[in-house]
């Protein structure tokens, strides 16, 4: 129905329009609602992973953290024996002295023969 139209209606024809756009009016009312309802329950969901994600990023640089604190304890630990630089020797080892070299002695007997 146009609005050019109304003006030949008789009044239980727009009484009957009134009661079909109120209840009309209602659902789209409804409608709107449980969509406004569905997208506040979707951004609770959002903010809760968002939180949950912010979490574990904290965690997992909180162990990363963690772990390099370890290495470098570690690392101090050999520093301050002066052995080790970074788990290597701290000299090369051709720099090392040579081992003493081992020879029997020519006046000791054999004891094989006694």
């Known amino acids: 129905m146009m609005g050019e139209d109304l003006d030949s209606s008789d009044i239980q024809d727009m009484i009957s329009l009134e009661e079909h756009l109120d209840k009309v009016s209602g659902l789209v009312r409804k409608r709107k609602d ?4 569905n997208r506040l329950e979707l951004q609770k969901k959002k903010t809760g992973l968002e939180l949950q994600i912010r979490n574990q990023l904290n965690e997992n640089i909180a162990c990363y953290h963690r772990a390099r ?25 051709h720099a090392l002295p040579p081992d003493p070299e081992l020879r029997l002695q020519p006046n000791q007997p054999n004891l094989k023969d006694s």
Do not use: A, C, I, V
């Not at 449980?34 to 309802?37: V, Y």
């Not at 630089?85 to 080892?93: D, E, H, K, N, V």
């Open 34 to 37: 449980k969509l406004m309802d």
């Open 69 to 93: 604190m370890e290495e470098q304890d570690k690392h101090d630990l050999y520093s301050n024996y002066g052995f080790y630089q970074l788990g290597r020797p701290s000299t090369p080892l």
